[in-house]
Nanobody, 118 residues
Framework: QVQLMESGGGLVQAGGSLKLSCAAS????????MGWYRQSPGNQHEPVAR???????EYEDPVKGRFTISREKADNMISLSMTDLKPEDTAVYYC????????????WGQGTQVTVSS
C-alpha cells in the first residue's frame, strides 16, 4: 500500500503563488506516474499535471506556463508550484500515484483546499 499526505493549500489572492507538497510513504515503486488532480464545486474531478517515471511532464491547458510539477525521488515527495493563480484555480487538490506496471494500483491523498480570491 501507498499512503499520500498533501500539504500547502490555503487562501491566496489572485496573481499570488502557492506550493503544494505530497509525501508518499509505503510501497512506492520507481515505475509510477505521480500527479495532481483537482475538483471544484459543481465540477468533475480533473487532472492538473502529471509526472511520468521517465520524467515526462504533462500539464492541462488551463495551467500551462503557470504550474510546475516536480519530484524529489530520495524523499518520495512530489510538489506542485503554482504561480499567477486565478479564482478559477480554486478547488480541492489531490495527489495521485498510479503504478505503470502490474498490478496498476491507484492511490489518492485526502486533498488540500486551495482558494484564490479575486
Amino acid at each position: 500500500q501507498v499512503q499520500l499526505m498533501e500539504s500547502g493549500g490555503g487562501l491566496v489572492q489572485a496573481g499570488g503563488s502557492l506550493k503544494l507538497s505530497c509525501a508518499a510513504s509505503g510501497d512506492v515503486s520507481d515505475r509510477v506516474t505521480m500527479g495532481w488532480y483537482r475538483q471544484s464545486p459543481g465540477n468533475q474531478h480533473e487532472p492538473v499535471a502529471r509526472l511520468f517515471s521517465d520524467d515526462y511532464r504533462e500539464y492541462e491547458d488551463p495551467v500551462k506556463g503557470r504550474f510546475t510539477i516536480s519530484r524529489e525521488k530520495a524523499d518520495n515527495m512530489i510538489s506542485l508550484s503554482m504561480t499567477d493563480l486565478k479564482p478559477e484555480d480554486t478547488a480541492v487538490y489531490y495527489c495521485n500515484v498510479r503504478e505503470e506496471i502490474f498490478p496498476f494500483r491507484d492511490f489518492w491523498g485526502q486533498g488540500t483546499q486551495v482558494t484564490v480570491s479575486s
